[in-house]
């Protein structure tokens, strides 16, 4: 049985990484973008990645622009912009596709594992299942990705335990991971 410590990513730097690298960690990885109004996601992503990267936790963040355009920056424009804006300390990667023939393996393989189930319920919840279902027609049933911020929970042998949309509420996703460490 296939697990994410299969995968391997490409650094800012566009080195190849393991995701072996990772093994016995728990782990959220997520798809990002600067310019979407989920951004603020960043913050309790940090306070989180703070609290609890001592205890085996870390958080990996995949820039993608296929939303709206919303990340147009390069690798090194968004990773300055997190970090200034945000503070974020946890491990970005290169900007990667999450949808469609060009969809980074990882990606795939996570929906795949978690399929989407829906944005649930609320305002939000309703502007966002319209935009979504504009952007994702183009990449029919390999609209793997339905927006910016939607999150993976990965356990410490690499298995995909969770899909969060980006309409979580980020205090459900944080008890989710302590669960796990």
Known sequence: MATVYDFKVKNRAGEE??????????LLIVNTATGCGF???YDPMEAMYKEFRDRGF???DFPSNQFANQAPGDDAEIHEFCTMKFGTEFPRFAKID???DTADPLFAYLATEKPFESFGKGIKSAALKKFAGMNNKKYGEKAYIKWNFT?????REGHVVARFEPTKDMDEVKQEVEKLL
């Open 39 to 41: 951004t603020p996601h």
């Open 58 to 60: 870390e958080i990996l």
């Open 98 to 100: 999450v949808n469609g």
């Open 151 to 155: 999150k993976f929970l990965v356990d």
């Open 17 to 26: 990484v393991s995701l072996s690298d990772y093994a016995g960690k728990v």
